[in-house]
Structures are given as C-alpha cells and as structure tokens.
C-alpha cells in the first residue's frame, strides 16, 4: 500500500463548515468547505441550527470534492471521518454519512481525532508549506482548543498544557463581541489591531502556573475595562476601537508566546508548529516568523485554508493510519470530548 496510489475520501463536520475532501497519499486533490452564516445573527455556533445545516450541504459538498478531485467513489480507497471532539449533532451527521459510505462501498472506515488532524496537517504534500521534523510542539489555537503538544511522531502525541477554562479563539471573539462587532469576531480583532497601538491601553496577564492556559480573567478585565470607559464616555469604543483592538491581541498573544517560551525551556524542543482557526491570526504568524531569529527556533505555520476547519487535515490522519490499516468498526459511537492520547 504504500508505493500505491490510495485514495482517501474525507470528511470534517465538527462544528459549523461542512468539509469534504480528496487526497491521493499526501497531496490533497480537492477540499470544499460550505460555511454556515446563518449563526452570524446569533452572535455564535447555534448547535441545533449546525447539524441542520450539515445534513442540507454533506451530500452537494462531497460530490463537488470528488468532482474537483476528477475521482470516481469506486476508485476510493477509504473514507476518513471526524470522530471528535466537536458539537455532537454536527459530528453525527459526518459519521453517519461516512459509515454508510463506506459500507457501501464495501472500503474502510477510518476515525480521526479532529485535534491530530490540525497539528498532522502540517504534513500535507505542498510546495507551500514545510513539514518539521520529530519531536515539535504544537500549539493548537482554536475557538474550542488551547492546547501545547509535545508531537514525538505521527500517533505519539503528549498535551503538556491546555487551557483551564475558555479556549483562545473564544477570548477573541467575546472580546470582539463586547466592542460591538459582528460574528465571528476574532478576525475582525485582528484586522483593526493592525491600524492601532498594541501598548495604548493594559490588561492583566493572568498567573497560570505551568504550561496551561486561563483566558475566562483576562474577558472579564476587558468587560470591566468597556463598561468603566464607556460610562465616562459613550463614544469610547468608536473612538479607540483600533486601539483596543491592538491591545487585546497583544496581550493574548503574550500570552501564548510566553508559554511556548516556557515550553521550549522545559524540553529543550526547539521545533514550533501552529495549528487550528486562530493559527489565521496575522500576529501570531508573524510573533512566531520572528522568534526564528529571536529565540533560534524553527518555526512552522501552515496554510490559511489548513487552519480553519477543513477536511483536508483530516484527510492526511486517513492517511497514515490507511498505511497502518487503522480502520474503524461500523459501530464506532462519535465523541463530543475526544482527548488526544499517545
């Protein structure tokens, strides 16, 4: 099998982007996602109005990624899945989807740990990005996820800190939610705080020991800090809204950056890969492009369409556990918490 061509049909429906993807080996052939803007009135992921919305977009969405591919369901050589974690109704219809192709289709069924599949995206076949060698840290920094790896090879993968409480991505968007700006939030931050100064305004860095995360303190000194300014002026935010921007995400970035730093202290790793939907965010590409040659680090920053919730990361896991015939039963349950596990 592994001097063969292998085609791996994949699927990602953890939250609210219903994915599909084709890849042959490691290079991706296609990778269709469908959005969902119906949650952007609702200021966030309505999980009951997400599983919906997969059920109407998985079958057009798989089509158009075997069109794209020019690859034909029987030359399929199995279908890989997102097990987990993610929102439960939303994970369903892609397992059940999968399942029932699969069987079908009389191919193997291969289960993926949505968090593996960020930080292995960075061994897709691709000209514009590098793969790091073993052992790295992955920081993976998402909107459900905060979480430092210690990645020793493909399936041996160790969390050597996470988040206590709210994930970063969602740090972001509450904060984005608290100056009035639409959903999602966190990109919005990130595109103003490039028109202010980062050192304008303070917030508390919270004291976390170890390598682990908080970022539910850090929401609420930026609540206090909106309601106290904007009763003194009602036109705070529109005012300084630039500047504020530029400082939240400064001190979140901060904060990542001085974990890592503690991270590589700690195990003298020095190989530094991102992953997930906040590994989009401008700062922190270019906070980790600099720390080559600050800190002497390698440093390894996927593609934009590799961050956010795609299938084509899931499809480089079906990969490499296709090659080591990794396969799933058709009783196989998904996992709305799904750890990562050596």
Request: one cysteine or more.
């Amino acid at each position: 099998m592994k001097n063969q061509e292998n085609f791996i049909l994949a699927i990602e429906s953890s939250c609210d982007d219903t994915s599909a993807a084709v890849l042959c080996n490691k290079k991706v052939l296609s990778n269709v996602v469908a959005t969902q803007e119906i949650h952007q009135k609702y200021g966030g992921v309505v999980p009951e109005l997400a599983s919906r919305a997969h059920q109407q977009n998985i079958v057009p969405v798989v089509h158009q990624a075997l069109a794209q591919a020019n690859i034909d369901k029987k030359q399929l050589s199995a279908i890989a899945f997102t097990r987990g974690p993610g929102l439960m109704g939303s994970l369903l219809v892609g397992a059940s989807f999968a399942k029932s192709l699969s069987l079908g289709l009389a191919i193997p069924l291969i289960e993926v740990n949505h968090m593996q599949a960020h930080i292995l995206a960075h061994f897709i076949e691709d000209r514009e990005q590098e793969s790091p060698d073993f052992p790295f840290l992955a920081m993976t920094i998402s909107g459900g996820h905060t979480q430092i790896v210690l990645v020793k090879s493909y399936f041996e993968m160790e969390i050597i800190g996470e988040t206590l409480d709210d994930a970063v991505g969602e740090a972001f968007d509450k904060s984005a939610k608290l100056l009035g700006l639409p959903y999602p939030g966190g990109p919005l931050i990130d595109k103003y705080a490039k028109l202010g100064n980062e050192k304008a305004f303070e917030f508390p860095k919270p004291k976390v020991d170890g390598l682990n995360f908080s970022f539910s303190g850090l929401k609420t000194s930026i609540l206090y800090f909106i309601q106290k300014k904007t009763k003194e002026n009602s036109e705070f935010v529109t005012e300084n809204l630039a500047d504020i921007c530029a400082s939240i995400q400064f001190t979140i970035l901060e904060i990542l950056m001085d974990k890592l730093k503690l991270a590589v202290k700690q195990t003298g790793v020095k190989r530094i890969a991102i992953g997930g939907g906040v590994a989009a965010n401008s700062g922190i590409r270019s906070r980790l492009a600099n720390a080559e040659e600050e800190f002497g680090w390698k440093t390894y920053i996927p593609k934009f369409e590799y961050c956010t919730d795609n299938a084509a990361m899931i499809g480089i896991v079906g990969h490499f556990k296709f090659l080591e015939k990794d396969f799933a039963e058709q009783n196989i349950a998904a996992k709305a918490r799904y750890k990562l596990s050596s």
